[in-house]
Structures are given as C-alpha cells and as structure tokens.
C-alpha cells in the first residue's frame, strides 16, 4: 500500500483557517485520497475524499497538486471542536482496507 | 437510533474469562469491520465480514472470533486473553466491502478493553 506521510502535530487558532499537508509521492494512478479524522474518546470520522480534482463538502475542502503527489485538507473555519488526529490514507485498487497511519494532531487555541 | 453503536464502552476482564463485544449498525450497510488501536499505535485492521461472509482476517491470534449473524450486527468473541490485548477495539460499517469500492466507513465509539 502506497504510504503517506503527514507532520505530527499542527496548531491552530479558533474562527482561522487550517491548512493540513499530506505527501504521498507514491500514489498509483487508481489511488483516492481519504481523509478521516478522530477525536478524543471517538472513533475516526470521515471527512472528504477525492482522485484528481479538488473536492469541497460541508466539513472541509480537499486540495490534490496537480501531480497528485500531496494533497492539503482545508478547514476554512477552525472550531474548538476540530481539535483532532487527522489521518490522510490512500485507498485504491483491489482493496477496500483503510490503512491509517499515525496522523496529524491539531490543536485548536481559542 | 442511527450510525454505529458499541457495548459495552468499557470491560475489564481476566485472561481466563470470556466475554463478547457487540456492534450494531442502522444504516443499511452491507461490510462490517472489526479494528484494534493500541496506546501510541496506529489503528489495526482485524476482520472483514461482506454481506455477512469473512473476506479478511489479518492474521489476528484466534483467541478474538468474530461472529456476523446479519448486516447489521457484528460480534467479536474473546477468550484467554493477553495483557498485550488491552486496547480500544471499534467496529465500522460500509455500503459494501467490494473490491475497488471507496465507500466511506462509518465507525462506532469502540469499546475500551482491559486485560488484568
């Protein structure tokens, strides 16, 4: 499974946008880019997910480079209650599995 | 009700004993899952059940035996467990778990397990 790689944490203030990177330089052509994530005393969440264009949904928006080699999850309004591990996972191919990694913990300062 | 939902939330057990955990869902999906997240680890897949038959098993120790009577319920049955079990263990449910499918995954609130 191609593999990601995103910074441990990242800060952020309340009512500010978030900007969250995802690299994966080896994505195969029938990747997605799944974003989910999880807070505290929860099970993961889905956010968005997306192939090639870039996806906007009622949570956040997903932005694919062109190249497809990183991807940024965007939440244009950060709330208390987005403070969270963000898991970016590759999915494709033959396989329905959703292999998380170790993902980004925000925190969100009010 | 809606969405994924797990009990207990908590069970301590001994190693000797023997105990179930529940997972039900009311979305009207078809593929159930069963994963493990241990302290400062990623989450593990465990079991994949598609309109109620197993199609995965990633080499988990056959002391955890899941069980799926329909779609909508999924068990998984423990016995003689391990300290090294104690994790949190959640249950997810999509559309289907074809091949290719991207569905997304919808998961309960787990079920914190404590092996004394």
């Known amino acids: 499974d191609a593999k990601t790689t995103q910074p441990n944490s990242m800060e952020s203030n309340e009512e500010e946008p978030v900007h969250l990177p995802c690299n994966h330089s080896t994505i195969s052509g029938t990747d997605y880019i799944h974003w989910y994530r999880q807070l505290p005393s929860q099970g993961p969440e889905y956010v968005i997910h997306g192939l090639t264009s870039n996806v906007n949904n009622r949570m956040a928006s997903l932005a694919i480079a062109e190249d497809r080699k990183s991807s940024t999850l965007i939440l244009h309004r950060a709330t208390l209650r987005d403070a969270a591990v963000y898991y970016c996972?590759?999915?494709?191919?033959?396989?329905?599995?959703?292999?998380f990694g170790t993902g980004t913990l925000l925190a969100v300062q009010p | 009700e809606t969405g994924v939902t797990q009990t207990p939330r908590h069970l301590v057990m001994g190693m000797t004993n023997k105990k179930s955990l529940k997972c039900e869902q009311h979305?009207?999906?078809?593929?159930m899952y069963w994963y493990k997240q241990s302290a400062k680890k990623p989450l593990e897949l465990m079991f994949v059940?598609?309109?109620?038959?197993?199609?995965e098993n990633n080499s988990v120790p056959s002391r955890f035996s899941p069980e799926c009577p329909n779609s909508s319920h999924l068990f998984l049955h423990l016995h003689t467990l391990q300290p090294e079990d104690s994790a949190l263990y959640l249950c997810?449910?999509?559309?289907?778990?074809?091949?290719?499918?991207?569905?997304?995954?919808?998961f309960g609130d787990g079920t914190r397990l404590s092996i004394l």
């Open positions: 059940y598609n309109f109620k038959e197993q199609t």
């Open positions: 979305l009207g999906h078809n593929a």
């Open positions: 997810a449910s999509s559309q289907d778990g074809r091949e290719y499918s991207n569905q997304p995954q919808h």
């Open positions: 996972i590759l999915r494709g191919g033959a396989t329905n599995k959703l292999i």
